[in-house]
């Protein structure tokens, strides 16, 4: 990383007021619960767990910590994402026995009231980047079904309503190596570490099959 002038840095980390300094700083403080393959790539370019330390005051840390109740469960969501890769879990799901699926629904519905991103959210948002998308949940979950278990139907689905697509739902369908103009073309399928809970079975259809409506918005 190319830190800029060495006043502006601390341990090597740049500390400055422009959009690379609030950038870092931020990663720095949330860093314990960010997803390990993103704290991997922050080590990649020198911010590992010493060095967020270092650059974190205590004052800065309680400015973007959550309550302790919040703290304690988002323990379950970092491990849920940990094991399924995500945070699509459906309302009525649990995992380790707390109710991961209410609890995550519970503070979906408080981020949309908001006008600005809540502490809370970023965390979550630092676990799965869509954790709150801006579409319908259903579009997210049939999404991270067709990850492990590729099915025609959505994905003809999804090619037909692409134009009407969000771009980041256009992203994610990206990711799978998803090509519109190229129908011969399945996605390819990615490895999980464990189906979550609740899925419906390879070859079900009707969970996976969305209107166009409910395909975008």
Not at 25 to 47: E, F, M, N, V, W
Not at 111 to 120: D, L
Not at 121 to 137: E, I, S, Y
Request: proline fraction near 10%; glycine fraction near 8%.
């Amino acid at each position: 990383m190319r830190a800029g002038r060495g006043a502006d840095t601390v341990h090597g980390v740049p500390v400055g007021k422009d959009a690379l300094g609030v950038w870092v700083k931020r990663q720095c403080t949330l860093y314990d619960s960010l997803h390990p393959d993103q704290q991997r790539l922050l080590a990649a370019i020198g911010i590992t767990h010493e060095t967020a330390r270092a650059r974190v005051g205590p004052r800065d840390s309680r400015r973007l910590t959550t309550t302790p109740r919040f703290d304690a469960d988002v323990a379950h969501a970092r491990s849920y994402t940990a094991r399924y890769g995500h945070l699509a879990a459906r309302s009525s799901e649990e995992h380790e026995g707390f109710p991961i699926g209410r609890w995550l629904a519970e503070h979906r519905q408080r981020a949309r009231k908001r006008s600005g991103t809540s502490p809370q959210a970023q965390v979550l948002a630092g676990l799965d980047p869509w954790w709150n998308p801006p579409w319908p949940m259903r579009w997210q979950y049939a999404y991270h079904h067709a990850r492990t278990h590729p099915d025609t139907q959505w994905i003809t689905a999804q090619r037909q309503a692409w134009p009407l697509l969000r771009p980041g739902q256009r992203q994610l369908l990206a990711a799978l190596g998803f090509n519109p103009d190229d129908p011969a073309k399945p996605p390819h399928q990615t490895v999980a570490a464990a189906p979550a809970p609740g899925w419906p079975a390879v070859g079900s259809a009707r969970p996976l099959l969305l209107t166009l409506v409910d395909t975008c918005y």
